[in-house]
């Protein structure tokens, strides 16, 4: 009798219902399961914890019922700590484009003002054979001119 009964439930009876077991025991088990992270396994702990503590059959701590709202709190915490952290390098990129935007402003300084000296050109040939004006002082020690900086 235990025998015909043992292979009536479990070698004709899951027969009848056919792939549907496998279907919703092993294949939809493994997709809940590959579907199943960290996060969503955290925040059902509090779930848990509340079903236990209105079933009242284990005694559960407060502590318990709190360590549902840290883990709750830990989604706030590392939405403000991320925020903290793309202030501190969005202050440090617009430090550096200031100083970029300085040291292009001093290149372009320093580029006109050696084009207004023009080092380049020599002088024509007519000017280089015309007189001198006969009152100029022959002095070297003039200061020589340089666009943005200064002599003491």
């Known amino acids: 009798m235990w025998k015909a009964l043992w292979q009536k439930w479990t070698i004709d009876k899951p027969a009848v ?11 939809q088990f493994a997709a ?5 992270t960290l996060r969503k396994i955290i925040s059902f702990i509090p779930v848990v914890l509340v079903i236990l503590a209105t079933v009242h059959r284990i005694p559960i701590p407060p502590e ?11 989604d706030v915490f590392s939405v ?7 202030s501190r390098a969005s202050t440090i990129l617009f ?19 050696a084009q207004r000296l023009d080092f380049r050109h020599r002088r024509e ?7 001198r004006l006969i009152g ?10 340089i666009y943005g900086l200064t002599w003491a």
């Not at 318990?64 to 830990?74: N, S």
């Open 80 to 86: 403000v700590f991320l925020l903290g952290i793309l």
């Open 32 to 36: 809940l399961l590959d579907r199943l």
């Open 136 to 145: 100029r002082a022959k002095d070297d020690d003039e200061p020589a001119v």
């Open 95 to 113: 430090m550096a484009r200031q100083a970029m935007a300085r040291v292009a402003g001093l290149a372009n300084r320093i580029a006109e003002g």
């Open 64 to 74: 318990l019922m709190l360590v549902g709202d840290f883990l709750a709190y830990i």
């Open 17 to 27: 219902l056919g792939d549907w077991l496998w279907d919703v025991f092993v294949v």
């Open 125 to 131: 040939r007519r000017i280089k054979h015309r007189r």
